[in-house]
């Protein structure tokens, strides 16, 4: 126990003291959004809202994040990564306390629109951060240290705001998110202040190259989004699936979802540590991935037995620990080529578009078409998705992209 216990900390070596700055700081942010989880919830239940008029105003919620994912990039390249992610933590916490005093649909909507706008700006900005602070050879594994923090924050998060809810309200729940995040900007202040903090990958592109015309980039992106509508299955129609045709308790669907993050707190790190050493591409890694994940859904029409769904969350969970990392440090690698900043606002916007599709998606068909069906069709959008990071591998290796001049400082 003692060397296997060693061996999972030295999966952590070597990461700098910005990047774990970064994750803290990104741990405190995911874990102080626990009001997003009880939004509909509040709707309902508070406001008395219909689920249709719900659906509206989530809408507004999924507009805002991509336009505050575009945003965040453009000034991000404009002004530093730096000042966006202060200010959109800062102004986030700001509107999440604004937010319990609307009332009325249209007041509602323009709320929680302006509030993602504001908050999403935060994605591609620390994406920018964590690789100017990350060596090359260890952007995989920082990407998996921000990741855990957002899993650790997401995991945490839900948890505490039910017992806010219990003993204060829901009132109660939007101070406590909007002081969180205003912790989590005094914190960024004050420990990666550009003043104080040691860059260790910057670069300057003379000739950016437009993100726009990178057709590598873009192949990427509509795979990224079809394994995005895949993925989310397992947070709207799956819950549903476990309860209707498994009968699964409430309780043992919060064991069987949380074993998720459990999984990828366990294993992520020294798994990717150890495809890092291995020969295989990126590109090969993701389409591994998505073929996991699309196998954890086909095989729930194989047999009836509730075994079967252990099985496939665990399949989703290391397709989802191969592909997320390698998908982020392969968006990373190709933003070197233009700025920074717009290349990872569009990587955001994949999976804002998704999280805008995937869960309508889901319910439609699981509506119309039942749960079997439903899984087919899902799986074969996670075919279509391995199909395209196919020809993304065959034009990498075919194909170089226009060179841009870079300046390594």
Same mark, same amino acid.
């Given at each position: 126990?003692?060397?296997?216990?060693?061996?999972?900390?030295?999966?952590?070596?070597?990461?700098?003291?910005?990047?774990?700055?970064?994750?803290?700081?990104?741990?405190?942010?995911?874990?102080?959004?626990?009001?997003?989880?009880?939004? /509909?919830?509040?709707?309902? !239940?508070?406001?008395?809202?219909?689920?249709?008029?719900?659906?509206?105003?989530?809408? $507004?919620?999924?507009?805002?994040?991509?336009?505050?994912?575009?945003?965040?990039?453009?000034?991000?390249?404009?002004? &530093?990564?730096?000042?966006?992610?202060?200010?959109?933590?800062?102004?986030?916490?700001?509107?999440?306390?604004?937010?319990?005093?609307?009332?009325?649909?249209?007041?509602? /909507?323009?709320?929680?629109?302006?509030?993602?706008?504001?908050?999403?700006?935060?994605?591609?900005?620390?994406?920018?951060?964590?690789?100017?602070?990350?060596?090359? !050879?260890?952007?995989?594994?920082?990407?998996t240290l921000i990741r855990l923090a957002i899993n650790l924050g997401f995991s945490a998060g839900?948890?505490?705001?039910?017992?806010?809810?219990? &003993?204060?309200? +829901?009132?109660?729940?939007?101070?406590?998110?909007?002081?969180?995040?205003?912790?989590?900007?005094?914190?960024?202040?004050?420990?990666?202040?550009?003043?104080?903090?040691?860059?260790?990958? !910057?670069?300057?592109?003379?000739?950016?190259?437009?993100? +726009?015309?990178?057709? $590598?980039?873009?192949?990427?992106?509509?795979?990224?989004?079809?394994?995005?509508?895949?993925?989310?299955?397992?947070?709207?129609?799956?819950?549903?699936?476990?309860?209707?045709?498994?009968?699964?308790? @409430?309780?043992?669907?919060?064991?069987?979802?949380?074993?998720?993050?459990?999984?990828?707190?366990?294993? @992520?790190?020294?798994?990717?540590?150890?495809?890092?050493?291995?020969?295989?591409?990126?590109?090969?890694?993701?389409?591994?991935?998505?073929?996991?994940?699309?196998?954890?859904?086909?095989?729930?029409?194989?047999?009836?037995?509730?075994?079967?769904?252990?099985?496939?969350?665990?399949?989703?969970?290391?397709? !989802?620990?191969?592909?997320?990392?390698?998908?982020?440090?392969?968006?990373?690698?190709?933003?070197?080529?233009?700025?920074? &900043?717009?290349?990872?606002?569009? +990587?955001?916007?994949?999976?804002?578009?998704?999280?805008?599709?995937?869960?309508?998606?889901g319910l439609e068909s699981v509506s119309n078409y039942g749960f079997d069906n439903t899984w087919?069709?899902?799986?074969?959008?996670?075919?279509?998705?391995?199909?395209?990071?196919?020809?993304?591998?065959?034009?990498?290796? /075919?194909?170089?992209?226009?060179?841009?001049?870079?300046?390594?400082?």
């Amino acid at each position: 126990m003692k060397r296997l216990l060693t061996l999972y900390l030295n999966t952590f070596k070597g990461l700098s003291r910005e990047v774990w700055w970064l994750a803290l700081i990104t741990l405190i942010n995911r874990a102080g959004t626990m009001v997003i989880p009880f939004l /509909s919830l509040y709707l309902t !239940e508070d406001l008395s809202f219909s689920t249709s008029t719900v659906g509206s105003i989530m809408t $507004a919620f999924g507009l805002g994040s991509v336009v505050g994912s575009w945003l965040g990039g453009k000034l991000t390249d404009k002004i &530093g990564y730096y000042k966006i992610m202060v200010f959109s933590l800062f102004v986030s916490g700001l509107l999440f306390i604004y937010l319990q005093y609307l009332k009325t649909v249209i007041s509602l /909507s323009i709320g929680i629109f302006v509030l993602m706008l504001v908050a999403d700006m935060f994605r591609p900005a620390m994406f920018v951060a964590l690789s100017a602070y990350s060596k090359p !050879e260890n952007k995989t594994r920082s990407v998996t240290l921000i990741r855990l923090a957002i899993n650790l924050g997401f995991s945490a998060g839900p948890a505490v705001g039910g017992l806010i809810i219990a &003993g204060l309200g +829901y009132n109660g729940l939007f101070w406590v998110d909007g002081i969180t995040c205003i912790l989590a900007t005094l914190l960024l202040i004050q420990l990666l202040n550009p003043k104080k903090s040691k860059v260790l990958d !910057e670069v300057k592109v003379e000739e950016p190259y437009s993100a +726009y015309k990178d057709k $590598a980039f873009i192949i990427f992106l509509f795979a990224l989004f079809l394994f995005g509508v895949m993925f989310l299955q397992y947070f709207s129609t799956m819950p549903i699936y476990y309860r209707d045709s498994h009968f699964l308790t @409430e309780p043992e669907i919060g064991l069987l979802l949380g074993a998720n993050g459990f999984f990828i707190f366990l294993l @992520e790190m020294p798994l990717i540590k150890w495809l890092e050493t291995t020969r295989f591409k990126k590109t090969s890694l993701i389409l591994f991935g998505a073929f996991l994940t699309s196998l954890s859904l086909l095989i729930l029409n194989f047999t009836t037995w509730t075994g079967i769904l252990i099985i496939g969350m665990f399949l989703m969970t290391v397709g !989802e620990m191969i592909a997320f990392p390698f998908a982020n440090a392969f968006a990373l690698q190709q933003a070197k080529k233009g700025n920074q &900043g717009e290349y990872m606002a569009l +990587y955001s916007i994949a999976f804002s578009f998704a999280h805008i599709f995937g869960h309508k998606l889901g319910l439609e068909s699981v509506s119309n078409y039942g749960f079997d069906n439903t899984w087919y069709i899902f799986t074969l959008v996670g075919v279509a998705c391995m199909f395209l990071l196919f020809i993304l591998k065959t034009f990498m290796s /075919s194909t170089k992209n226009k060179p841009a001049v870079i300046k390594h400082y």
